[in-house]
């Protein structure tokens, strides 16, 4: 049975064990050249979209700097890993402490939080007899999942960091970290990754039937991002993008049936909420590669059909109208528990009159 950890993603091996990093060298030599200046900060902040590599380059960091390394090469050429890298990778090594969401056996699922205990535990870490390593690390993955309470309480700690401590924060929202906690931490951008970099990083998982054709749609859908393309994929995101594209441009004859067919099918997430999330983000993925299509009047890669369009108009514009709509609909949706199903029923409802209106198909 496939151990439970809230910052892994299902079916793919921890980033902590990825072997290779793939991109992001803006960032990676920014924290070298503080390393090398013999005054490396005491808080980074590693900022991205989600799963473009954050916390690989966390674990990274971790492993370049308890083995002494002075350069992130010698961390991936590790054939046979050293004894303090293989502690590392076990989460058994007493010099760094990770902060995540702690399965909850009682109730079988994780928090949405993760709760202020779990910051506390950082003093009592730092409390604990000196150890042999250069230094003493923090990972915390990621902090916009921390309570209010939790993140006063790492407000607290980085205002008086401990002395050899290091603090690596991972985030995929900028705006909603406290301001005084990104004051006190230098940030290390991590982008989506260009189509090599995200071709050689599914490659690397060893996925079976994936075609040419598969990775380059998994790369437009994703936008570059490795994780968000793994969670397409597992969930037969691709071709429930082909349907979604079909009910809304190519179909004359369109009925309620099929979208609510498509809201209330089987799944294998978790919870139907996740579900429902995902369509979401795959409803407004199809909006994205509409628009872009009206408003180059080009055949996008991901919509194999063309859309009726003139030159007359800018009829991209209520597309990218409706985009926003939908979103500030969602996220409504989400902040006062309302039904996800029904908000859905209603997005596909406003893009099929603005279809019509402008008569795609």
Not at 8 to 34: C, D, E, M, Q, W
Not at 227 to 244: C, M, N, R, V, Y
Not at 256 to 283: G, Q, R, S, V
Request: net charge positive; with cysteine.
């Amino acid at each position: 049975m496939e151990e439970l950890e809230a910052d892994k993603i299902p079916n793919v091996p921890h980033p902590r064990k990825n072997k290779t990093i793939y991109g992001h060298n803006n960032a990676k030599n920014l924290f070298l050249k503080s390393l090398q200046t013999g005054k490396l900060h005491h808080a980074w902040l590693i900022h991205g979209p989600k799963g473009v590599g954050k916390a690989t380059l966390a674990w990274k960091i971790a492993k370049l700097l308890q083995n002494g390394f002075s350069n992130f090469e010698k961390v991936e050429a590790e054939g046979q890993l050293s004894l303090i890298s293989k502690r590392i990778e076990a989460l058994s090594e007493q010099s760094l402490l990770l902060c995540r969401r702690q399965f909850e056996k009682s109730k079988k699922k994780f928090p949405q939080e993760i709760s202020v205990d779990e910051i506390r535990k950082i003093n009592h870490f730092f409390s604990l007899s000196s150890t042999m390593s250069n230094y003493r690390i923090v990972i915390i993955d990621n902090i916009n999942e921390l309570s209010i309470s939790a993140s006063n309480a790492l407000l607290k700690i980085l205002e008086e960091p401990p002395s050899n401590g290091i603090f690596i924060l991972i985030s995929e929202n900028k705006r909603s970290v406290l301001p005084t906690i990104i004051s006190r931490c230098r940030i290390l951008e991590c982008n989506f990754l260009g189509f090599d970099h995200f071709e050689k990083a599914i490659l690397s998982l060893n996925i079976k039937s994936l075609s040419n054709e598969k990775i380059t749609k998994l790369f437009y859908m994703s936008e570059g991002s490795v994780g968000k393309a793994l969670e397409i994929e597992q969930h037969s995101g691709i071709e429930i993008f082909d349907k979604l594209l079909q009910m809304l441009i190519f179909e004359n004859k369109q009925n309620d049936e099929n979208i609510w067919e498509l809201i209330t099918a089987k799944h294998n997430f978790e919870t139907t909420k996740d579900y429902h999330k995902f369509l979401f983000n795959l409803l407004l993925s199809a909006i994205v590669q509409i628009s872009k299509s009206l408003a180059t009047n080009q055949k996008s890669f991901l919509i194999n059909k063309d859309i009726n369009n003139t030159n007359e108009d800018e009829k991209y514009f209520p597309y990218s109208l409706i985009y926003s709509i939908i979103i500030d609909d969602l996220n409504e949706a989400l902040k006062v528990n309302l039904s996800l199903a029904d908000i859905l029923f209603t997005s596909f409802l406003k893009i099929n009159k603005i279809t019509k209106d402008l008569k795609l198909v």
